[in-house]
């Protein structure tokens, strides 16, 4: 079993920065990759990023690119999104996402049913 543990969210004003972070305990070992998902009322989760977890390979939704950088710290089995120019449309709970299964050509990370393992969900709210 893994547990993730989210952390960083919070509220802030159009424009602002946020650092999300999720550590991972347990049986970590086999982590093939770690993303973030993200939820808004009214509507249904939707992928915004996600990282390799050896070969550090990035994926971005469309709308968080050239804002959002992810990370990962394989040491302290911890990822972290890194939000910038944030805007109201971002307000949602974010919730991390690890995959324990091994990796393949053609595998749709930006899909949630391909993750094993999540987070409770922190909160991130963007005033206007």
């Known amino acids: 079993q893994v547990q993730l543990v989210e952390s960083g969210g919070g509220l802030v004003q159009a424009g602002g920065s946020l650092r999300l972070s999720c550590a991972a305990s347990?049986?970590?070992?086999?982590?093939?990759?770690m993303g973030w998902f993200r939820q808004a009322p009214g509507k249904e989760r939707e992928f915004v990023s996600t990282?390799?977890?050896?070969?550090?390979?990035?994926y971005y939704a469309d709308s968080v690119k050239g804002r959002f950088t992810i990370s990962k710290d394989n040491a302290k089995n911890t990822v972290y999104l890194q939000m910038n120019s944030l805007k109201p449309e971002d307000t949602a709970v974010y919730y991390c996402?690890?995959?324990?299964?091994?990796?393949?050509?053609?595998?749709?990370?930006?899909?949630?049913?391909?993750?094993?393992?999540w987070g409770q969900g922190t909160q991130v709210t963007v005033s206007s």
């Open positions: 996402a690890g995959r324990s299964r091994r990796l393949g050509i053609g595998i749709p990370l930006a899909v949630g049913a391909q993750y094993d393992y």
């Open positions: 347990g049986r970590t070992f086999s982590t093939s990759a």
């Open positions: 990282i390799t977890w050896i070969g550090g390979n990035t």
